[in-house]
């Protein structure tokens, strides 16, 4: 199992180790405010101390970029010096690239021609068709991986309480009360999506994807392709639910009349807050948070669960982001 | 300052609007614009409303005589709710009265569109399908492919690769649920052949009109969201289930808590042991809870007022930019709801031409919160 991390600025060589990173957590005394941040989970445990059964200790990879927000594409200044302490540290990069306008497009372009003049070997997180059909067209030697909002799988939070691998005993038990009706090809369906598709496993393994990457689900995920097409990675604990170029946490400090309105003004809100959404639904998640234009939920495996999970979707790469990916 | 357009259409003169459809318009066409077949002029525009299951020959004459120029419906057939239910469902819809939910039923409404001369497209835009839903996707295509529907609107790329792969000769109109909201996007659905593109809601009139101009001829069609349902989530990427449960997730009321976000740099080893407290002062809080109850109210539009998010004003700069098609959201609503949507925007448009309203470039607007618009940027 190979392991990820997300990086967001200010990080140092030491964090790479998860063991330290994990002891270093542990001993903090502000665990309250780390579980109200999705860092700590109700017990006091970490995520990253979680991750430590899956047989993961040192991460060999740096994931950068923004995902979700065009607003939040870095620099070429940034990327260099991602990809200095990349080279430094021996590193392998991924840059993740959000859905975006023909402005983001630019931005977009523009980290492509610095990575190809920096890097010979790099991967690049696809999550819109455009910047699909832009790498694919221009990718060099790059590998293409198929982003989380790409392969549209629902997240359901919801119905998250005793996810992720009893959705469908769930199911049954609900079946009783008929207050949730699935059959077995419901929940086939809910497992899977358009990658289980062999014809468009074809296409977009003509056209350079490698690697696809997923979120742990509550309702489960089935491994969407045959064992050697395709590698597959798992983001950790931060689960995508929904995301928007109207974004809430950026209308902060606008007037009423100026508020939510696409790729409207913001005074970059997401770099400073995090919100915890409290849904009083019995089935919800209870650990929902919204980060700028994006909402997440935090995985609640258990280190079992979260062995299990990985085996049985033959995930290869954890993309492991202790704070919010954003 | 009047609250909104309806308010505008509603209170306006009656006797005004008498003389300006005498000037422009006639019976079937109340504001005015060019007829089917005709050249394609500025000013050429058309509407399209949702039809479904319960829609008779009668209620088809009414939204066509409304202002109705296309149709677009979805449809669940028997053995696809048999096995799936409403709940995963062939399209964006997940609730029962939004669809056809027959063959036959669907072949008599196409029969009758046509028979009035005007089109009608049927929506295969759930984001996606899985490789056992494929067998029942193919029959289905081929079914309404013989009814001769005139266009698919499809978002998933796995679908429309079956669907040229089996030589489906039904054109295909990319829907916003697709996500093209750059000319890398358009470009790359237009290797595939279709006939329109649905541009998503969440683009200004700016970006639309850029991508349009930048599309290399010849261009497809170009159809926007203009009434009702902005969603407040890009639709592409949105993964939450409609089904199952009332309410959207969108939608759903939420008691929000702020912090103030912990950053890498607070982990790296030499603040290791230092102290968080993600506590957020009073003079952050307040705009914070403000925003979040005009959050709800721009999510919860409609139920609230019973009048939905609009965009009639910026018909004309939208026309301009090269947009034909406005799609007047309203799929599961009764007939005498689109009737009178189509009517509203007809005089609400008439209205905002009346005043020359030119959103983008006039400090005049006629309504007060750019949220309920769908294409006014501040």
């Known amino acids: 199992m190979e392991l990820a991390l997300h990086y967001q600025g200010g990080m140092t060589g030491g964090m790479l180790n998860l063991k330290r990173f994990e002891r270093r957590l542990s001993h903090r005394r502000d665990k309250d405010s780390l579980f109200r941040q999705g860092i700590v989970d109700s017990t006091g445990e970490t995520y990253a101390g979680k991750l430590l059964a899956l047989d993961v200790t040192e991460a060999n990879r740096i994931y950068f970029g923004s995902e979700f927000c065009e607003k939040r594409i870095p620099g070429k200044k940034e990327l260099k010096e991602v990809l200095r302490f990349c080279d430094n540290n021996n590193l392998g990069f991924t840059l993740l690239t959000p859905l975006v306008t023909n402005a983001g497009m630019n931005s977009v372009r523009r980290l492509l021609d610095v990575l190809a003049a920096k890097r010979t070997t790099a991967e690049i997180v696809v999550n819109d068709p455009g910047v699909f059909h832009v790498v694919r067209r221009d990718r060099g030697e790059f590998e293409i991986v198929w982003g989380r909002l790409m392969s549209h799988l629902k997240t359901m939070p919801r119905f998250a309480r005793e996810w992720p691998l009893n959705?469908?005993?769930?199911?049954?038990?609900?079946?009783?009360?008929?207050?949730?009706?699935?059959?077995?090809?419901?929940?086939?369906?809910?497992?899977?999506?358009?990658?289980?598709?062999g014809l468009f496993q074809k296409f977009i393994r003509k056209e350079g994807v490698r690697r696809l990457e997923f979120d742990p689900l509550p309702q489960g995920m089935s491994a969407p392709a045959k064992e050697g097409s395709f590698r597959l990675s798992l983001h950790?604990?931060?689960?995508?639910?929904?995301?928007?170029?109207?974004?809430?946490?950026?209308?902060?400090?606008?007037?009423?009349?100026?508020?939510?309105?696409?790729?409207?003004?913001?005074?970059?809100?997401?770099?400073?807050?995090?919100?915890?959404?409290?849904?009083?639904?019995?089935?919800?998640?209870?650990?929902?948070?919204?980060?700028?234009?994006?909402?997440?939920?935090?995985?609640?495996?258990?280190?079992?669960?979260?062995?299990?999970?990985?085996?049985?979707?033959?995930?290869?790469?954890?993309?492991?982001?202790?704070?919010?990916?954003? | 300052m009047l609250l909104s357009p309806f308010s505008a259409a509603l209170n306006s003169d009656d006797s005004h609007i008498i003389i300006i459809l005498k000037y422009v318009g006639t019976d079937n066409n109340p504001v005015g614009r060019m007829e089917k077949g005709q050249s394609v002029m500025d000013g050429d525009f058309f509407f399209t409303i949702g039809t479904s299951e319960n829609d008779t020959p009668s209620v088809v004459k009414d939204l066509i005589a409304a202002g109705a120029d296309e149709f677009y419906c979805g449809i669940i057939p028997p053995d696809w709710a048999e096995k799936y239910g409403f709940q995963i469902s062939l399209n964006r819809r997940e609730f029962r009265g939004n669809h056809f939910l027959s063959y036959e039923s669907l072949a008599r409404m196409v029969e009758e569109v046509h028979s009035r001369d005007r089109e009608i497209f049927v929506t295969f835009n759930a984001s996606y399908y899985v490789d056992r839903m494929y067998k029942l996707i193919i029959g289905c295509v081929k079914r309404l492919e013989e009814m001769?529907?005139?266009?698919?609107?499809?978002?998933?790329?796995?679908?429309?690769?079956?669907?040229?792969?089996?030589?489906?000769?039904?054109?295909?109109?990319?829907?916003?649920?697709?996500?093209?909201?750059?000319?890398?996007?358009?470009?790359?659905?237009?290797?595939?052949?279709?006939?329109?593109?649905?541009?998503?809601?969440?683009?200004?009139?700016?970006?639309?009109?850029?991508?349009?101009?930048?599309?290399?001829?010849?261009?497809?069609?170009?159809?926007?969201?203009?009434?009702?349902?902005r969603c407040p989530y890009n639709s592409n990427v949105c993964t939450p289930s409609h089904g199952w449960i009332e309410g959207n997730f969108c939608f759903s009321i939420y008691d929000k808590f702020l912090y103030k976000r912990v950053s890498q740099a607070d982990f790296a080893e030499e603040k290791t042991r230092r102290g968080f407290d993600g506590r957020v002062p009073l003079k952050t809080m307040t705009p914070w809870l403000d925003n979040c109850a005009n959050y709800n109210f721009f999510t919860k539009v409609n139920s609230y007022t019973g009048e939905d998010v609009c965009g009639v004003c910026a018909v004309d700069d939208l026309i301009a930019a090269g947009v034909k098609h406005f799609k007047l959201v309203s799929r599961g609503y009764s007939p005498g709801?689109?009737?009178?949507?189509?009517?509203?925007?007809?005089?609400?448009?008439?209205?905002?031409?009346?005043?020359?309203?030119?959103?983008?470039?006039?400090?005049?607007?006629?309504c007060e919160v750019a949220y309920r618009c769908y294409y006014r940027n501040p």
């Open chain 2, 148 to 229: 001769k529907v005139d266009g698919f609107i499809v978002s998933d790329i796995a679908l429309i690769l079956a669907l040229r792969k089996l030589g489906i000769s039904v054109p295909l109109i990319i829907s916003g649920e697709a996500g093209v909201y750059n000319n890398e996007a358009l470009d790359f659905f237009r290797e595939f052949g279709i006939r329109r593109v649905i541009l998503p809601r969440h683009l200004t009139v700016g970006e639309i009109g850029d991508i349009i101009a930048r599309c290399a001829e010849p261009k497809p069609e170009f159809e926007v969201f203009l009434m009702n349902q």
């Open chain 1, 236 to 326: 950790y604990p931060w689960v995508y639910i929904t995301s928007s170029r109207i974004c809430e946490m950026g209308a902060m400090g606008l007037d009423r009349d100026e508020k939510f309105t696409p790729g409207g003004e913001c005074g970059f809100e997401c770099r400073r807050y995090i919100a915890q959404w409290d849904l009083a639904a019995p089935r919800a998640s209870d650990r929902i948070f919204n980060v700028g234009n994006t909402v997440f939920m935090i995985c609640g495996l258990s280190r079992e669960g979260l062995v299990k999970y990985a085996a049985s979707c033959r995930i290869d790469r954890v993309v492991f982001s202790f704070l919010p990916p954003f």
């Open chain 1, 167 to 197: 959705f469908a005993a769930k199911a049954d038990e609900e079946r009783q009360t008929g207050a949730l009706r699935l059959n077995a090809e419901q929940i086939y369906a809910l497992r899977n999506s358009s990658l289980s598709v």
């Open chain 2, 337 to 366: 709801e689109r009737t009178s949507l189509l009517r509203k925007t007809g005089s609400v448009l008439r209205e905002c031409r009346k005043r020359r309203m030119k959103p983008a470039a006039s400090r005049e607007r006629l």
